[in-house]
């Protein structure tokens, strides 16, 4: 099988479904010609992809291994097992829930788990990086507590820690919640844990983002500082879209329960038997080189935008992303992303901290899975800023990175 098997899973689809079929090779046309520049994608590998197109999709089973509400269970019960301890061992946790569908849905879970409706929780405001789950109204995180947002410093970007204290002093939260997802720089666990101590709050660590980079030891563990972590599986880590929890031995019943049965029914064991994988896939040294690699290629595609005069959010980055003003380029986040569209340079807006400015999120994960390097990170820079300074005609940009993404498959030999 090749590396997307998606070309023999078209075979099959285009005799059922040509339609389907099409939108299949589509999109792995638009993954393979264009650059995947937006910080939370990834390209899984076929062992994951195969796990999620098998049949363990038709299972059903509600409940956990061992004590399912299903029969049939015992070989999925394996998979979970697996998956478990797997994770365990990666992030040197006592306790790890595999099933949470997304990390949206792993964030509801720690709610349930250790909050009630009406609950006060610190968690980074909004216009800050702070995820829809940290409180938005439109989220029912802001419809069911009392979130009180702390910021980032305006001036340096990096989070303002003396409004967390004096807030949680002021506020007295029943959780602290740290994690975004736009911040570049490593947070500051220990800092978190002290003032959660401080005021008794449980402290909950949403690293959807830099948990892959935990994996591969590029970034601080959260692990034995918060009370609970939320993660996704998908993003640097590089598995299969979906969620997990991790904790110790004594909140390990709240928070399976929090999963299953409060917030989900039937577990999606193809999903966890492919986070199985991808967390055997994270073990590994090859594992540890990439993570380390996205790293060195985020700071060398910062400071290429900043030499091309953009300005970069906290003057460069610890992690997989970065975000950046193009304003001084003569353009705004948002025509600039539809400029780097149209060339194939495919990334997200995002809101900046120095006032009501819309910026660029950008990150390496998915070019570092590719195998480019510093090299590419260099010119992906310069053709980004010479895109938005209206020098590099769309076309021309267009070929170029159609040129530089086909000399990096993400699936060789499809
Ligand atoms: C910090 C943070 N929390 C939660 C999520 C939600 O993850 P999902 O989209 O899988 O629900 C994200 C996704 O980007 C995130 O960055």
Redesign the pocket.
Known sequence: MSVTHAPETADVLRRQDPELAEILLGELERQSTSLQLIA?ENFSSPAVLAALGSPLANKYAEGYPGARHHGGCEIVDVAERIAVDRAKALFGAEHANVQAH??????LAAYAALLRPGDTVLALGLPYGG????GSPANFSGRWFDFVGYGVDAETGLIDHEQVRTLARSHRPKAIVC???AYPRHIDYAFFREVADEVGAYLIA?A??PIGLVAGGAAPSPVPYADVV?A?T??VLRGP???MILCGSELAERVDRAVFPFTQGGAQMHTIAAKAVAFGEAATPAFTVYAHQVVANARVLAAGLAAEGLVVTTGGTDTHLLTVDPAPLGVDGRTARGLLAAAGMVLDCCALPHGDVRGLRLGTAALTTQGMGEEEMAGVAALLAGVLRGETEGQKAREEVRELAGRFPPYPGQ
């Open positions: 939370a997304s990390g949206s849905s792993a964030v995820h829809l789950t940290h994690g975004s997802i949403d959807a983002h939320c996704t998908h993003k879209r979906g969620g």
